[in-house]
């Protein structure tokens, strides 16, 4: 992989970085109630479930920004691009759907079958 692609791919995956982190930045609205036990029991229920769903989100950015920041780390150190399964090129197209991937798509097929 030439070093364009290489410059073009950290930069993508820093802005997709700094776009979740200035996203989960934010105070999630639960912290701003006070008590979130008004209403009846499907009120409470709907809160819960609202916050069940928002921590699971913050769960996905987690993974999400290691997989990033790992990524970012393998452009540093001249990896990036290499399936870190069987150690073939991963394709452009798969990079470019999926920047932060370690895997190729054979790799990946075989690990979710």
């Known amino acids: 992989m030439n070093k364009k692609d290489l410059k073009r791919f950290k930069t ?65 150190n001249d990896n990036y691009g290499i399936c870190s399964i069987c150690e073939e090129e991963i394709s452009l197209a798969r990079l470019k759907a999926v920047p932060w991937t370690s895997v190729c798509i054979a790799c990946k097929e075989k690990k979710t079958a």
């Open 12 to 76: 993508a995956l820093e802005q997709k970085r700094d776009a979740i982190t200035n996203a989960t930045g934010k105070k999630p609205h639960w912290e701003n109630m006070e008590d979130t036990r008004h209403g009846d029991f499907v009120d409470q229920a709907s809160d819960d479930n609202e916050i069940h769903v928002n921590l699971r989100l913050l769960q996905i950015d987690a993974k999400l920004l290691r997989a990033i920041e790992a990524a970012i780390e393998r452009i540093d």
